[in-house]
């Protein structure tokens, strides 16, 4: 089985290392996935493409350049877009940060649920068993308290964490959800776009799978690129958007 691995990256030269290491390490292990990296470099004023080059080691990589910084929303969709443009319809496509604060390992799990018959499985925080090491206390109390709103007023079946970005998606399924999509940009920027893209997903019909997600922000070099106020008006904006277009049910009832 082919994996596309799809890292946006803006300014993760002192990360990026460790984390294609580690997805060495996976790909080397695990005779029966073909591992392929596609990293994003949006922008970066630092030599995150040439740092991601030079450490692909035995991975096939390929490192794809916004000249300019089209933030979160515009690299994540370019990645993906690039992603499901080469996968077959049987491959699964893996998002994840590139700032080394998710653990390549848990991909394992999550290609088993897309195995196992989903179309996108979410890494959670909300599921038994996940540990968050090295996160603020204030974003913790933040990103529980949109959880709880999001699955009150726009639930999803299956579906706890909304936001995190770490999630693998069955290729076909990928495909025509972005063919859905068109040429028309996701709305909100920053962390906001993952709300928005999953109820784009759940609006077509997906089956949503979570594994517990070991986020290890201690291991991220650097401050966080997440502003806290923006982010919560912009993932705000995403719920009210939703329930004024679809103000007769949730998302994926």
Known sequence: M?????????????????LLAHLGEIAAESFQLDVRVLVVDDGSTDDTAAVAARSA?????????????LGLAGTFLRGMTAAAAQARAGDVVVCMDADNSHVPGQMLAMIRGIQEGRDVVIASRYQPGAVVRGVPWSRRVLSSGMSVLFRLVCPIQGVRDYSCGYRAYRAKFLQD?????????????????????????????????????????DRKVGASKMKVGRTVVRTLAVLVRERLSSPERGAGR
Do not use: Q, T
């Open 2 to 18: 082919r994996v596309w691995v799809v890292l946006p990256a803006y300014n993760e030269a002192a990360n990026l290392p460790a």
């Open 57 to 69: 080691g035995s991975l096939s990589l390929e490192v794809i350049r916004n000249e300019k910084n």
């Open 177 to 217: 959800a972005l063919a859905a999509l068109g040429d028309r940009p996701l709305a909100e920027e920053g962390f906001a776009c993952m709300v928005e893209m999953l109820l784009h997903l759940a609006r077509r019909g997906a089956i949503f799978g979570e594994v517990p997600l070991v986020l290890r922000y």
